[in-house]
């Protein structure tokens, strides 16, 4: 299997732009998680979805953030607009089971992102 | 709501000394208890796991961990650190109610 894919790897954008994130997560994995990690704040968990069915978007930090799950191989994480504070590494990762108790997370390699 | 709390934000060792990082969780139902690395500049990948037999969890590169359900703890050590061991270690918690929570993550720089 290829693993939790990831793109773009790195995103230098202007403020005020729309950004967008893909991820793919690993076939069969029913859970898909996005998290964003600062030096500042460490890794957060921003939302994530069971069955393409958002779960949990407490994390997301504003209405700026947007995150959808069309279908069971392809996630997107947007912001509109995208501001300097929201340059991080974003990570997606996938996970087996519904429940999931047992199983662990893939992580993608992230999309670095930087906000000028 | 189930938390988890890494003490250790910075650890620095030298090569050859042994290693314990801590961990402890809130939640007062069955749980599955993991720890995962992140080496520079990379992903999050597992070190290894707990959910259920022996409390002494053995995962990659010498770690091992030890589930101590009375202390709601799940401390991670190795006997002897080496340079490539220098990550950011994550712990985490998998609760039935499908949930995962991770630690702040401790920081284990180790000079050669």
């Known amino acids: 299997d290829a693993g939790v894919i990831q793109s773009p790897r790195h995103e230098v954008t202007e403020m005020g732009q729309e950004v967008t994130l893909r991820c793919k997560p690993i076939?069969?994995?029913?859970?898909l998680f996005w998290y964003r990690q600062t030096m500042m704040r460490g890794l957060e968990l921003l939302i994530y979805?069971?069955?393409?069915?958002?779960?949990?978007d407490s994390g997301m930090p504003e209405d700026r953030f947007s995150a959808k799950m069309p279908n069971a191989s392809f996630s997107t994480l947007k912001i509109q607009p995208s501001e300097p504070r929201d340059s991080a590494v974003y990570f997606c990762?996938?996970?087996?089971?519904?429940?999931?108790?047992?199983?662990?997370?893939?992580f993608g390699p992230g999309t670095r992102l930087t906000v000028t | 709501a189930q938390s988890v709390s890494q003490h250790n934000h910075h650890v620095i060792l030298s090569e050859a000394a042994s290693l314990e990082l801590g961990c402890n969780y809130s939640y007062g139902g069955t749980v599955n208890l993991f720890w995962y690395v992140q080496y520079p500049g990379q992903h999050l990948q597992l070190l290894l796991k707990?959910?259920?037999?022996?409390?002494l969890v053995k995962g990659i590169k010498g770690f091992e961990a030890e589930f101590i359900k009375s202390k709601f703890s799940f401390n991670l050590r190795k006997p002897s650190v080496q340079w490539s061991d220098t990550a950011e270690y994550f712990c985490a918690v998998n609760t039935n109610a499908g949930k995962s929570t991770f630690g702040d993550g401790t920081t284990l720089t180790v000079k050669p």
């Open positions: 707990y959910f259920s037999g022996d409390p």
């Open positions: 990762a996938s996970r087996r089971g519904v429940g999931g108790m047992m199983y662990e997370q893939y």
């Open positions: 979805f069971n069955n393409n069915v958002p779960i949990d």
């Open positions: 076939s069969g994995h029913n859970s």
